[in-house]
């Protein structure tokens, strides 16, 4: 999946206010759970393209995508919330955008959802449990 968007870095991991707020259009690539930016698809297209500022990709595993409707000031905003606590802002050109990148970001993130082990297979092999010394706390009474 590859279309152009325009994004605001809101919030960066640890839920603190991003230093460059501003917004940027940026060519957007979505390869399994890694969504990639580029400065525009000339730039995404060549032999060992850098992405844009040479930011590392988001990796959507687990992340949230929702309308961002309490966002009044543009049209066609959506917000990605990642699992480090980053969130970020895209504005698409319509609706219809904007609806298909949400369902995308979210299968994206099913996507690369691992399959959690049984419980079963949490549990030690032997079922021999060591027998340890019982502990006295320090304000007990000897009898």
């Not at 092999?125 to 009898?143: Q, W």
């Amino acid at each position: 999946m590859e279309s152009v968007l325009v994004r605001k870095h809101d919030l960066t991991s640890g839920g603190k206010r991003a230093s460059a707020r501003s917004w940027d259009k940026l060519f957007c690539i979505l390869k399994g759970t890694q969504l990639t930016f580029f400065k525009d698809q000339k730039h995404a297209k060549q032999e060992g393209a850098t992405t844009y500022h040479g930011e590392p990709p988001l990796d959507l595993h687990g992340a949230v995508a929702e309308v961002a409707t309490d966002y009044t000031k543009k049209k066609h905003v959506f917000r990605v919330k990642l699992l480090d606590g980053s969130i970020y802002l895209f504005q698409a050109k319509d609706e219809s955008e904007m609806d298909f990148w949400i369902r995308t970001v979210k299968s994206a993130r099913d996507a690369g959802t691992p399959v959690s082990p049984s419980r079963a297979q949490t549990l030690p092999i032997s079922g021999e449990k060591k027998e340890e010394p019982k502990k006295r706390s320090f304000f007990t009474l000897k009898k």
